[in-house]
């Protein structure tokens, strides 16, 4: 299965990469000859390296993020029913400690809300919130970058395109009109592949944005939805002041407490 996964997405890492480059290549003309996708990426100019890295940055969040929102990853069928089965037979610590062995943003939310489980019911619902909301800040941070990159990359290639195009009339000023329209006509041509790049990889980026958008909110309320089951019919008068996190404990007395209350036993 990771196999799989991994042809996959190394096969969508080369067509992002490669779409681009590939969109721009010349089709071959009579008498013409055929530029390949190398000479188109060096037509770009130098903005074509960050370009180029917009591209790896876009596939890597895309793929990252398209696995770390799929529900299945973010809600596991296994770490749900060992949960409901060790609820079930009132086993909270069993149930603390297994969420504990487990990394799914499940087992994060389980464990924030059986740590704060022996506060009652309102408390309880406010960590499992808070935790749903940390990871749902934490995911939609990595997808806000998706939108970087779809508003940085067009003005990179403008960027190039007004770089290249300074150059070119430069040059017909240098050499004066016996240049020819053709050689200026063919400098612009070669200086417009950094807007067109810096659009083709924008364009792909805002539409994985929006799509992986919504499929974290889907995500996200099926985690939620998922932990409010489960912790629904908890007995909370009976888990009064239950530790069950079993954690360790850093916060003690004040010192001056603790020093008065020596005193008082040495006199005594």
């Known amino acids: 299965m990771k196999s799989t996964i991994r042809q996959v997405a190394c096969t969508a890492l080369t067509a992002f990469l490669l779409f681009p480059l590939t969109a721009?290549?010349?089709?071959?003309?009579?008498?013409?000859?055929?530029?390949?996708?190398?000479?188109?990426?060096?037509?770009?100019?130098?903005?074509?390296?960050?370009?180029?890295?917009?591209?790896?940055?876009?596939?890597?969040?895309?793929?990252?993020?398209?696995?770390?929102?799929?529900?299945?990853?973010m809600t596991p069928v296994d770490d749900v029913a060992t949960v409901q089965g060790l609820f079930r037979s009132g086993d909270y610590v069993g149930a603390y400690q297994s969420m504990k062995a487990s990394f799914s943003p499940f087992a994060e939310v389980m464990r924030a809300g059986l740590g704060s489980v022996g506060y009652g019911k309102e408390a309880t619902e406010e960590a499992v919130y808070a935790t749903v909301?940390?990871?749902?800040?934490?995911?939609?941070?990595?997808?806000?970058?998706?939108?970087?990159?779809?508003?940085?990359?067009?003005?990179?290639?403008?960027?190039?395109?007004?770089?290249?195009?300074?150059?070119?009339?430069?040059?017909?000023?240098?050499?004066?009109?016996?240049?020819?329209?053709?050689?200026?006509?063919?400098?612009?041509?070669?200086?417009?592949?950094?807007?067109?790049?810096?659009?083709?990889?924008?364009?792909?980026?805002?539409?994985?944005?929006?799509?992986?958008?919504?499929?974290?909110?889907?995500?996200?309320?099926?985690?939620?939805?998922?932990?409010?089951r489960i912790f629904r019919n908890a007995p909370y008068e009976y888990l009064k002041d239950a530790d069950v996190g079993q954690e360790e404990t850093y916060a003690a007395l004040p010192n001056w407490v603790q020093g008065a209350e020596g005193t008082q036993a040495t006199e005594a």
């Not at 004066?176 to 400098?187: N, Q, T």
Request: net charge neutral.
């Open 24 to 73: 721009l290549a010349s089709a071959p003309k009579a008498g013409v000859t055929e530029k390949t996708i190398l000479d188109t990426y060096h037509e770009g100019g130098w903005v074509m390296h960050f370009l180029l890295v917009f591209s790896i940055a876009m596939v890597w969040l895309v793929i990252d993020i398209w696995l770390r929102t799929n529900s299945k990853k």
């Open 133 to 228: 909301e940390k990871i749902n800040s934490t995911l939609q941070t990595r997808i806000n970058y998706l939108s970087v990159i779809g508003v940085c990359a067009p003005m990179v290639g403008l960027l190039g395109t007004v770089g290249g195009m300074k150059g070119a009339f430069g040059s017909l000023g240098s050499g004066g009109l016996s240049s020819g329209v053709g050689e200026l006509a063919g400098h612009i041509g070669e200086v417009l592949v950094a807007t067109a790049a810096g659009l083709l990889v924008a364009i792909p980026a805002f539409m994985a944005f929006y799509f992986l958008r919504n499929k974290l909110q889907g995500a996200v309320h099926h985690l939620h939805e998922e932990t409010e």
